[in-house]
């Protein structure tokens, strides 16, 4: 199992490359399944997550490979499809193949797809899913583990889903990306309330109507979709937009080592609230089109937030600003309002020195001068995060042990990390 060796103690300096967002190259290559002829996508992150997706797809008879002349691009082929199954084997190790549900069950009418496995950082059900495809008019029925899903016939005998109005009892990001791509195909009109903004969404969106789909609002809390017969290849490769959860790492990096970095392909736009509490810290951040530049230096100082749906503070980046809170002057206070167990990187981060006290949703951490490095666990995707940022301010060597959740979600963290000068390595413990 691979394990990320770090010596703490060096300001971060120079360029960094952000990549592709996987939140949404993940519902866009499931995506792919909606629709006969080929589709392209570019600047694909490298992360085991989308390689799983890829599986998943292949699986099911889909052709979905890298290619070999450009390493960000895919080349998926749902014309072939000889399976609407998605089994456990796959889906236990990523929740997001929920994401293949709308799809299968938009073109094909049928779907069985395995309940997603329990995730580390909250019980995560789809329900809202589920429900939505219901309203659709599709019969769903969960058994041994498994969503069974059927669309209902047609005057012509067919079995297309049904446009309806949805309102989802809270925001769900894949729930709305599920039902925007079950309604794509469907019958008639689809509305649907509470929908969440995030920028993948509008991401998945664009990549819809480029395969001729009719939908409008993307990006607010309504979204309205005109269910067409099908869909075809777009013109163009699909470029998937700068994940802004990879660029907020790097922005905390700088923020807790000090130095001067600007990430290139970076969307300040879609990390407002980041910014804003990066710079009550004490960073510089300024910007352009694509681009962000942060410099740092001394100790930050304690920033207190709360998380919540786009456009407000991201859950996803709760960890990476918690690790910068643990070295600054002051304290903080942060809550957790999305997952009801994220707060796992508490313990770890402790074990570099961190003073921190959890109540129910809330953390209370106390900035201490310095961490000191030691054996850590990752226990999730973010908490990894966490922890490398911890470990590169933390004073002699750090081991982040089980990176597999990191590399479910990052694209060559270290690589890049080393990159702006950052001690850190790989190094295997078999
Ligand atoms: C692949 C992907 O895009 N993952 C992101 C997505 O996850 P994901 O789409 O799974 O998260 P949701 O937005 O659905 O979850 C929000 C809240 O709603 C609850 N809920 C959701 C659906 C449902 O059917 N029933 C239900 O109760 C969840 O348990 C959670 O408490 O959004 C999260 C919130 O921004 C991010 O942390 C994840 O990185
Ligand atoms: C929680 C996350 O991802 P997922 O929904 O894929 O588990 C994340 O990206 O932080």
Redesign the pocket.
Known sequence: MDQLLIRGGRPLQGEVTISGA??AA??ELCAALLCPEPLVLHNVPRLQDVATTLKVLRHMGAGAERSTEREDEVRLDASTITSTEAPYELVKTM??SI?VLGPLLARFGTARVSLPGGCA???????????GMQAMGAEITVEHGFINALAPLNAAGQRRLRGARIT????????T?NLMMAAVLAEGETVLENA?Q?P?IPDLAELLIAMGARIEGHGTHRIRIQGVSALHAPVRPHHIVADR?EAGTFLCAVAATGGDVTLRHARADHLDAVIDKLRETGAAVTAGEDWIRVQASGRPRAVSFRTS??PAF???MQAQFMAVNCIAEGAAKISET???NRFMHVNELMRLGARIEVDGHTAMVTGVPRLSGATVMATDLRASASLVIAGLVAEGQTLVDRIYHLDRGYDRMEAKLRGLGADIERVSNR
Not at 122 to 130: E, K, L, N, Y
Request: aromatic share 6%.
């Open positions: 996987k939140n993940l519902p929740r997001a994401l950082i909250g019980s995560r059900p789809v329900d809202q899913h589920i429900k989802t009892d809270m925001v769900t990001v894949t729930g990306e969440a995030e993948e959860i749906e786009y991201p859950t996803d999305i997952f009801e």
